[in-house]
């Protein structure tokens, strides 16, 4: 899996915003193939307009994400994410701000507001699954 870094200098290369979405759309091809018995709605994330599903699992101290979404741009979003937060522990996923870090990417100019709604509560879901799994300890 491509590092949240990599995927920021190789998006901040792309002149063209159809080069980026393309490049999305190929980060999202990337994801690993998502289990059917987690497509379900325990999985889904609510206030996306396309399907979008996050499986989090917690090992040892770290969350581990899978996700998947039946649309393109957005499924390149869910990629994103999972290389943003996937494989920290809760409180360092708590503690990213995602305005922040997704700031180089200049999204909130270029996606739908359904889009940008959808990644907003793609994350979240991600920050509600840290706070849980930090809650346990």
Known sequence: MTTFEQIRDDFEFLDEW??????LI???RSLAPYPEEFRDEDHKVRGCASQVWL??????DVITL??????HIVKGLVALMIALYSGKPPQAISD??????LAP???NDHLTP???NGLHS????????????????
């Not at 159809?18 to 490049?23: L, V």
């Not at 899978?66 to 649309?71: L, R, T, V, Y």
């Open 18 to 23: 159809d080069d980026r979405y393309k490049y």
């Open 26 to 28: 190929d980060l999202g």
């Open 55 to 60: 499986h989090a699992v917690c090992e040892g």
């Open 66 to 71: 899978q996700g998947d979404s039946d649309a």
């Open 96 to 101: 990213i701000d995602p305005q922040a870090a």
């Open 105 to 107: 990417f200049d999204l």
């Open 114 to 116: 359904q889009r940008s």
């Open 122 to 137: 793609m994350v979240n879901r991600i920050r509600t699954i840290a706070a849980e799994n930090i809650a346990k300890d």
